[in-house]
Nanobody, 125 residues
Framework: QVQLVESGGGLVQAGGSLRLSCAASGRTFSSLQMGWFRQAPGKERESVAA????????YYADSVKGRFTISRDNAKNTVYLQMNSLKPEDTAVYYC??????????????????WGQGTQVTVSS
């Protein structure tokens, strides 16, 4: 079993930055690939970024490429999402996800076994 706790969400003006954190416990963190998803009101949950077990490989959705950076610190059991140049369309609840599957990246929400509770990100225009 894996427990995930996100933090770092909030309200920011367009063009601003936020850094989300997701602390994991309950299983060897370095055996898990990690993903960030988001869900806006009335929309399906979508993959934003993913990072492999060692952090060597990353994936980004086209909508955030060049603006968001995913990283992980296996010594701290934490994954991060640095979000720069935020836009109003980035407004959503952001979720951290984890899975031990050996295929990378996992892009569909149903492929992840473990989820955090979500953190709200609101970008004002």
């Amino acid at each position: 079993q894996v427990q995930l706790v996100e933090s770092g969400g909030g309200l920011v003006q367009a063009g601003g930055s936020l850094r989300l954190s997701c602390a994991a416990s309950g299983r060897t963190f370095s055996s898990l690939q990690m993903g960030w998803f988001r869900q806006a009101p009335g929309k399906e949950r979508e993959s934003v970024a993913a990072i492999s077990w060692s952090g060597v490989s990353t994936y980004y959705a086209d909508s955030v490429k060049g603006r968001f950076t995913i990283s992980r610190d296996n010594a701290k059991n934490t994954v991060y999402l640095q979000m720069n140049s935020l836009k109003p369309e980035d407004t959503a609840v952001y979720y951290c996800a984890a899975d031990s599957h050996k295929h990378f990246p996992l892009l569909r929400s149903e492929e992840y076994d473990y989820w955090g509770q979500g953190t709200q990100v609101t970008v004002s225009s």
